[in-house]
């Protein structure tokens, strides 16, 4: 089955720095590659995805690049905020039904004021 | 819109006891889930229900039972609760188009 693995486990940064969280996944068949949100007493909440279709995806202040070939995407936060501390899951699976998904084990980030 | 609800959020349970946990989602997804969520293992998938009436067991589903009430409600059941079994646990729903999960607050589940 599919494994996913997720570095760093902690990552601390100053405020207006940049963060990159790194995964990489086994099953050469995942197509879907989604990042996770965790704040502290919530469920986790989407904040992007990616397709195997498409290498890169931005959405203002986070992006997510994706290499089929090495079996590896990131997740990167620029201009970091206080609000952005939490602990994010990197994910991957073959189809969009969450059956076959497959969850890194977190990075817990931290940006210092 | 309350999108995916688990009841209770806290509960201590001494071995061998049995017990419910709850899930209602109002989004009218087809799909849902129950995690549980451990340190340094990220999440891992218990029990699904791809539709009502139907579910399937998933990466870790030794010691639980769930149950599809209905479209909006899906239950999971510790029969005989074992310390291996204390544990954070998420309930999700899915659109299938999207494929985004939509998780609940949790539940903290400590076995003594």
């Known amino acids: 089955g599919e494994n996913v693995e997720q570095h760093p486990s902690t990552l601390s940064v100053q405020e207006g720095d940049s963060a990159v969280i790194k995964c990489t996944y086994s099953?050469?068949?995942?197509?879907?590659f989604p990042w996770y949100k965790q704040e502290l007493g919530k469920g986790p909440q989407l904040i992007i995805d990616?397709?195997?279709?498409?290498g890169e995806k931005k959405d203002q202040r986070i992006a997510v690049t994706l290499n089929k070939t090495a079996k590896h995407f990131s997740l990167h936060i620029t201009e970091t905020q206080p609000e952005d501390s939490a602990v994010y899951f990197c994910?991957?699976?073959?189809?969009?039904?969450?059956?076959?998904?497959?969850f890194g084990a977190g990075t817990r980030l931290t940006v210092k004021p | 819109n309350a999108g995916v609800t688990q009841t209770p959020k806290f509960q201590v349970l001494k071995t061998g006891q049995s017990m419910t946990l709850q899930c209602a989602q109002d989004?009218?997804?087809?799909?849902m889930y129950w995690y549980r969520q451990d340190p340094g293992m990220g999440l891992r998938l218990i029990y699904y229900?791809?539709?009502?009436?139907?579910?399937d067991k998933g990466e870790v589903p030794n010691g639980y039972n769930v149950s599809r009430l209905n479209k909006r409600e899906f239950s999971l059941r510790l029969e005989s609760a074992a310390p291996s079994q204390t544990s954070v646990y998420f309930c999700?729903?899915?659109?299938?188009?999207?494929?985004?999960?939509?998780f609940g607050q949790g539940t903290r589940l400590t076995v003594v």
């Open positions: 999700a729903s899915t659109s299938q188009i999207l494929g985004e999960a939509f």
């Open positions: 099953d050469s068949a995942s197509n879907y």
């Open positions: 990616i397709r195997s279709n498409v």
């Open positions: 994910a991957a699976s073959r189809d969009y039904n969450n059956n076959d998904m497959r």
């Open positions: 989004m009218n997804h087809n799909s």
């Open positions: 229900s791809a539709s009502e009436g139907t579910t």
